[in-house]
Structure formats: structure tokens, C-alpha cells
């Protein structure tokens, strides 16, 4: 008996199994498990589950484990790059969503164990292969980072 894969019958929700479909990101630096609240071209929420097992936490640090900025700011733009894919529909053969820019980034709280990171990511301008974002990483109420961002498609072939 063959299986197919659960269609997803809730368009604005993106399961794992779409968002490894979407960007070419892989264990240890895919930081997006899932995303919702999708609106095409406009927004999108990334949703990351921050776990103790997280290879970066054995250094990051080791009495106090914090993710750190860096990747609270990469989960920001592949959440970004989530919506670009599916709002523009790219095909992942030959072509990337690269980082180009990042601006106004803020630090507000740290990012634990056991932690579930937010992203709402809103699109601030749009032209072409090219997006502004502005994006917001959330533990509960209280912001852990804030930035403006831009991402473009490229051929990578």
C-alpha cells in the first residue's frame, strides 16, 4: 500500500515537509520548523523550536545557554525567505534566496532552552526578485531581536 503525504488543508500553514521544500537549508542550520499566518507577498509568522540539543548551546554558553544573535537574525531571513519562495513561487533547481542586507538590528532579551521563537516577518517593499522585510523574533510578549532585512532570488547554476 502506498502513502501519500497529508495535503495541507490550512493554506496559510507551512509544515516542515514545505519549508525544507522551500529553502535549501539542513540540520544544524535550518532554523524554521514550521510557519503560519502566511498572506502572499505581505507576511508571514516563522515558528522555531528552540531545544537544549541545539549543537551551538555546547558552546553558547556552556553554564548559561543562550542562541545566539547571529541566528536569532538567520531565523529572521530564512522566515523571510520562506514567504519569498512560496509568495513567488520559485523553483529551488538553480536558484537561492540569498541575504543581501540587514538593518536597525536590536537585541532585547536572550533565547533559552526550551524556548519557542515567533517571527512575525511583514514585507516592508517588494520589486521583482527582491524583498524588504521588517521581522520581529518573540519569546511569549517579550522581544528577543528586531530587524530590517533584505533578501533576492539568484541563479545558482
Known sequence: ???????????????????????????????????????????????????????????????YPVMPGVLIVEALAQTGAVLMSKSLDVDVAGKTILFISLDNCRFRNPVRPGDVLRMPVEVVRHRGDLFKFKGRAMVGDKIAAEAEFAAMVVATQ
Open 1 to 63: 500500500m502506498s502513502r501519500k503525504a497529508p495535503v495541507n488543508e490550512n493554506p496559510t500553514e507551512i509544515d516542515i515537509s514545505e519549508v525544507l521544500r522551500r529553502i535549501p537549508h539542513r540540520y544544524p542550520f535550518l532554523l524554521v520548523d514550521r510557519a503560519e499566518e502566511y498572506k502572499p507577498s505581505e507576511s508571514i509568522v516563522g515558528i522555531k523550536c528552540v531545544t537544549f540539543n541545539e549543537p551551538f548551546f555546547a558552546g553558547h554558553f556552556p553554564e
